[in-house]
């Protein structure tokens, strides 16, 4: 069965190319990187005409995204999603391991926060919308947009680099106690930065580290691939892993630690954490403990 989502164009002096403006304007399209491959997949259509990445948006327009479901499907997924911060325009929930964020498909983050967020009153209300990716494996902090309004601003703050984020990780082997990796990834600039936490004996990978890592830019898989760069692949990674150094059964260990921003709408200062998964807490007990509540 095909559905169509449609936006009329807000009159704007300012002209806009399609994949900016039309970041959020559509329920089931959650970054601008999802607009930019619904465009070319030809399932967007301005006035009724395919439109491009070269289309311009200037006001009125009406703006559509044609897309196609199971009609046998079951489109009410029932997922319990554990809820770190709330407010009527965002939210923060913790993505657990092995589903997506969004996308087409059914078992997504973005098909189950409905159900486990409260309405937005406002008056620009949509239905909730991840405004960022994690990695199916991984788990943490996914911010989600509540408002038309809101999804922009906050797609315009990661676009300017202004939401930082920490991320939690277990590497394999030695390493130096800090660092910056500057290696490109896909011919682009990458950089991103370590801090080891603790490191404990290992009988099969000799070391393995708690480590603090921040992202600076946001490539494809970045710090998975900067920490096998450097020969310290993340553990449980099964795409970037050193020979014989490949843990299976236990999933990856990187979590989206926290988020730090300023709110599009209050101006107040944002720190959101996610509680560390169990299984970093049965590696490293100490020094998680000591740190819980700080």
Do not use: W
């Amino acid at each position: 069965m095909q559905l169509v989502e449609t936006h009329i164009a807000e009159i704007t002096l300012e002209v806009k190319r399609l994949q900016e403006y039309g970041v959020g304007i559509f329920k089931r399209i959650t970054t601008k990187s999802a607009l930019k491959k619904a465009i070319k997949k030809e399932m967007v259509f301005v006035d009724g005409k395919v439109a491009s990445t070269a289309t311009f948006i200037k006001g009125g327009e009406k703006i559509e995204f044609r897309y196609t479901i199971d009609d046998n499907l079951d489109t009410r997924l029932k997922l319990k999603l554990n809820v770190i911060y709330e407010d009527d325009y965002l939210a923060v929930v913790n993505k657990p391991a092995g589903i997506l964020a969004s996308g087409n498909g059914f078992k997504t983050v973005a098909n189950a926060l409905s159900q486990n967020l409260e309405k937005s009153p406002v008056f620009d209300a949509v239905q909730p919308q991840p405004v960022h990716r994690l990695d199916f494996a991984t788990t943490g902090c996914l911010l989600v947009g509540k408002t038309n309004t809101s999804i922009i601003a906050l797609n315009q703050l990661f676009e300017s680099k202004k939401i930082h984020k920490t991320y939690y990780a277990v590497t394999i082997g030695s390493m130096k106690s800090s660092g910056t990796i500057d290696i490109p990834i896909d011919g682009k600039p990458a950089i991103s930065t370590f801090q080891v936490l603790e490191t404990i004996a290992s009988q099969r990978f000799k070391f393995l580290n708690l480590v603090k890592l921040s992202p600076k830019t946001g490539r494809r898989h970045q710090l998975r691939k900067h920490m096998l760069a450097i020969g310290n692949p993340i553990l449980g990674d099964a795409t970037y892993f050193l020979k014989d150094l490949l843990l299976t059964g236990k999933g990856l260990y990187l979590q989206a630690h926290s988020l730090e921003f300023t709110h599009p709408i209050s101006e107040g200062r944002m720190f959101i954490t996610a509680l560390c998964d169990k299984k970093f807490i049965k590696l490293f007990p100490n020094y998680i403990s000591e740190t819980k509540g700080s």
